[in-house]
């Protein structure tokens, strides 16, 4: 049998809003592992063409900087939500 | 500053005191009720440092003198879980909050239905895999120790010794702290504090290490740069599948290794410390690892050729002279590996004593018989395990030396608890995931893991070289490190790749076939869909337990006052008085969950299982709650919801219409019975002085009859003086007289008066719990327990009569119990003790009649309401039993 639909389709902005800050914060850690991945693309340090390393080094605390930035902003703006909403779910 | 031995071992010892006392203090003030504090988000991002161990400490510099940049991989996954919250932790941390979750084990064993296996199989898997850890943080601490005293005055230590007394004073901490309680929600917060103390300790050492290597040593930002662009360590080796397969590692591990699921779930009591710790979390680790690459570079370059890199944290500052920074960066390095082992073995205590112990003691017992120390037994097992993880790791750290670097034994352990992943995830997100299937999975992944990893980091003594080079009994395909002639590959990739890939494999294929339990199925409904409102169906579809039963089953695992504030509460909310509820099933779900919280959820359903008769859910239970829509369940709830309002009004209602035909008969019985007190000792009197006044009577007679004249007038006087008492307390025009005392000397009093002795009841007192200064009327006071006692003496049926007085205070009530031994009041009885006139019937009429009217209780009732305290009677504790409570002080209000 088929279920009736609890929420309804579309929401008023901020609900809407809500919504894509959660996707956002779902998607952070995908976009972390793709810029992590790059290193795979690398040639070895030490090799001619081999990615230098300082540069190596930079690159992966830059884009461990980058999410730990990234996440205080969602964080935040998730939590100026979230008191607004008055929480999801039972306390 | 000149080092020696003892300013080291002095430091460390007054380290440790000052650890101590901040854990005491934080406990302190969390049971004062003052701690709010302590539960910020702040520190609960520095406990879930417990990440970085001595393993990080020491170990990042060493791996990454030998692997470059690889040395990350253990942060980045972690960092991606924490980022990336909102897709596993904030579920599990909801989860561990709806089902009161106290471990690892208990969330996977409570997902498929409560199973005891499952629980068991998890902790042994725990336990091989964090053993080596813990020994890996004492040959950390010793190691350090060593290196540090090489060359100092006052010798070298004794590496075997220092890591026996490390053992020995961790497990004192852990059993002190991390034991003290069977605390229903299994936080610690005195831990947690000294574990944020100490995040802050290791993450200060070694950034000053790092900022004196790069702005002391390497000549600034440019300047290291320059170096580690020319250093003999390439960064990127170019070994990708390492890169990719340790980072996922790092990342199951974080949540699978049972400490970081204390610290991140259970110790957790707020969903938004997440969204703080979401960000500070990776930001922390990446400061640990910011120097890492600094270290190692100039370590590289200024010491000897051959020092052991694992120690460049350390030999750095020594060699360059400078004994402070030295002294800092030893005492980081020991806070890494103390709170590590901490944390790690309350986690894994709970877990054998919730998961191991507990099962084989119940199933050791007859159903009827779980005996009265279960609490205690519970807690000897939970310090028992600490002791036993402990000596494992001490004996582990024995038999493997301190040959291996130790970065490859940590990854051991990682690659061991990752064998939990598969269940934890397909359990948290698969409704389809069945016990079968996760036992398999867990079974086959553990035997993976230990054939291909864990077995051969022993040496060659377990494994021998034949079985490595040709397979057991020269089964070619199952060589340790080429299994299925999977050749060629690194050894640690390897392992991971074959063991969660069988795991994964068995626990996918075997819960499609198999078909779960209803309970299972009940549960994984609860754990997927934990953020949806309405959650189906209850795991008790009948009640047919005995509801006092249930409350001295509560009281042992709970404690007393625990258990009587959670059946009174629910009492309340079912609309009734006094601390007994119905045993609905919603109502014995909330109870079982609360058993939960302190010896796990399989232990609680069996617990709860042998007092319930009937099945728990059945396949029709859940059929019946799933062929509704969710409109109607929408609807029905709300119908029911004010069907159950309704059910309380008319409960209450009924309550108080028994109450007042009862107390009509009363009335009468009053009346009547009022008239015959009266009339007997009055007629005696007319009978006697009729016979005083006529003549004849020898001088001897005439005496004899004035006498009983005036005992039967005193009978007379005290009745109605107590009639009057009652009426004049009900009134309230009593007058109370505040004076100061002890509470034991208003209890001696009593018991003196009311004769006790005389009777031959025993009395059971605590004197130093007695020892209560109060300001109340002592006078009134003394006559309730004078009532109490001498109800004791004359009703206590029991052989040996004993009446046990017990005290305690509650915010500032003092409350005292007087429980006798004998066979208690029955039920229907209870509800009318407290009323005038109410003198039992039917079983006691054995014993003599008692002489009194029946007006003590009421008496007593009104004296308490006067005093304001109130006086209860107190089921489940083995016979008659009343609670009076009273303010310490009496308000002057009321004077």
Known sequence: MARAPRRPVFLPPAGYRQRRLRDAARLLPVAGIVLLLIPLLWKPSGTPQGVGNAAALLYVFGVWAALVAGARLLAWLLRLDAEEEGGEGPP | ?????????????????????????????????????????????????????????????????????????????????MVGWWWVVRKLVRIGRAQRITSIADLVSSRFGKSVPIGALVTLIAVAGVTPYIALQLQSISLTFAAFTEGLEGGRADVDFVALWTAIGLAVFTILFGTRNLDPSERHHGIVMAVAVEAVVKLFALLAVGVFVVWGLGGGVGGILDRIDRAPIPMWQGNGGRWVGLTFLSAAAFLTLPRMFHVLVVENDDDRHLAVASWAFPLYVLLMSLFVVPIAVVGLDRLPEGSNPDLFVLALPISEGHGGLALLAFLGGFSSATSMVIVATIALATMVSNHIVAPLWLSTRRPDQVSRDLRGTILLARRASVGGVLSLGYVYFQITGSGVALSSIGLIAFAGVAQILPALLGGVFWRGGTAKGAGAGLAIGATVWAWTLFLPSFGLAVIPATVLENGPYGLDWLRPRALFGLAGLDPLLHAVIWSLLLNATAFTLVSLLTFPKPLERLQGAQFVNVFERAQPGRAWSRSGAEVEDLLVLAQRVLGTEAALDLFGAEAGRQGKSGHLPDPTPAFLQRLERELAGSVGAAAAHALVGQLVQGPGVSVEDLMAVAGETAQILEYSARLEQKSAEQERTARALREANDKLTQLARQKDAFLSRISHELRTPMTAIRSFSSLLAEDGLSPLEAQRFARIVEAEAQRMTRLLDDLLDLSVLRDGQVSLKRQHGLLADVIDRALLSAGVARAGLRVLRDPGQEAVAISTDLDRLAQVFINLASNAAKYCDADRPELRISVHRRGGQVIVDFADNGSGIPVPEREVIFESFARLSGRRSGRPEPSGAGLGLAICREVMARLGGSIAYLPGQGGAAFRVAFPQGLAAAAE
């Open chain 2, 1 to 81: 500053m000149i080092l020696t031995f003892n300013t080291l071992v002095a430091v460390s010892l007054g380290y440790v005191a000052m650890l101590f006392a901040v854990a005491f203090a934080a406990d302190r003030r969390a049971r004062a009720g003052r701690g709010g504090w302590l539960r910020s988000p702040l520190i609960y991002t520095l406990s879930l440092s417990i990440y970085c161990t001595a393993w990080t400490f020491y170990g990042a510099v060493g791996y990454a003198a030998r692997s470059g940049l690889e040395y990350l991989t253990i942060y980045l996954g972690p960092s991606l879980v």
